[in-house]
């Protein structure tokens, strides 16, 4: 089955409720009706319950049935208060957390903390900024993992090609024990989407064919993965065509387990993951479905500001499928 049958499978008819904080955006209203029709999420829109009935008539979008939260007039809004309050230990008092809540993602946020959400996707209208914030201050980052991080899952050919590349979206440059967690956080990512862990840390090194603090870097991320889960096939530094193609993996790094046969490539740094996939993506012919939030304890999903009707409909797909594992 192609990936998203297979996921659309996991999910239908489950009622996983995913929230989405921009309510009057078209391309919002279209994948919504469409995830509701066809019983794969039970979406809740955040918004003035008039205007977002406005923008959907006048799209010609029937949202008879589906949820509106409006932040303005929410029966539960003293209760969020207080849970926010408290889940902000000191740093907000009531009533900046009145004012805060009132902050579409911040409010759709806490829907999900609060359990009348399973999961949230934003970002078609709003920053990633305005989205992983939110996220960091209330969801927060899994036991043993210091951050959140980005994954695209690349995709060529019905049923063929499928890969992981991370971290393509959130750290600059990550330190080498953010490193390895990113590393770790990927192999998980990759088994929910039915592809075979085989991590690779890459570098412009192959096994200390160079020596630079960099290449050290990554050397010491690959340890530091491998002691935190065993359980996975990780390895590294790898240059790209040693992780990738086996006939360069015999001669680099004969006696390593991933090279050759890597499905999840973790990049050194921000600047080399964005390129990497954007290349795959243009010269290619891949399609990048993502970023993928990694590392939180309850599925937040960030759009581009950029994204058409169908990237909704298939981030929303992934994390009610990411509610499934959390």
């Known amino acids: 089955m192609e990936m998203f049958e297979s996921l659309e499978a996991k ?20 994948a919504v009706v469409r995830l509701k029709a066809e019983d794969l999420v039970q979406p809740i829109l955040v918004g003035n319950k008039d205007a977002v009935s406005k923008a959907a008539k006048d799209r010609g979008f029937n949202i008879e049935g589906i949820d509106i939260f409006d932040p303005e007039n929410f029966d539960q809004f003293d209760e969020m208060v207080a849970s926010f309050v408290e889940r902000r230990k000191g740093k907000a008092t009531e009533e900046q957390a009145r004012v805060t809540l009132k902050d579409e993602n911040y409010f759709g946020t806490m829907l999900v903390h609060m359990g009348l959400a399973d999961g949230l996707v934003s970002g078609a209208v709003h920053s990633t900024g305005d989205t992983v914030r939110p996220a960091l201050q209330i969801i927060k980052t899994k036991p043993g993992v210091s951050r959140t991080s980005g994954a695209f899952i690349m995709l060529r050919g019905r049923g063929q090609e499928k890969y992981l590349f991370s971290d393509c979206a959130i750290n600059i440059n990550p330190t080498a024990q953010e490193l390895a967690e990113i590393a770790v956080e990927s192999a998980k990512t990759a ?71 890597a499905t999840v490539f973790v990049f050194p740094e921000i600047q080399s993951g964005n390129i990497g996939y954007k290349i795959a993506q243009r010269f290619g012919a891949f399609e990048a479905v993502g970023p993928i939030l990694q590392g939180l304890n309850k599925p937040i999903s960030d759009l581009s500001r950029g994204c058409v009707e169908e990237d909704v409909y298939k981030t929303a797909i992934i994390t009610a499928n990411q509610t499934l594992v959390n």
């Open 11 to 30: 999910i239908k008819g489950k009622k996983i409720k995913i929230v989405f904080p921009e309510g009057t955006e078209p391309r919002i209203l279209g």
């Open 191 to 261: 088994e929910m989407f039915d592809i075979e862990p085989n991590v690779a840390l890459l570098s412009f090194s192959t096994k200390g064919s160079a020596s630079s603090p960099e290449q050290e870097k990554v050397a010491e991320a690959t340890r530091i993965a491998k002691e935190l889960a065993p359980e996975y096939n990780i390895d590294g530094e790898l240059q790209f065509d040693a992780a990738f193609v086996q006939t360069v993996a015999n001669q680099k790094a004969p006696d390593s387990t991933v090279a050759g046969k």
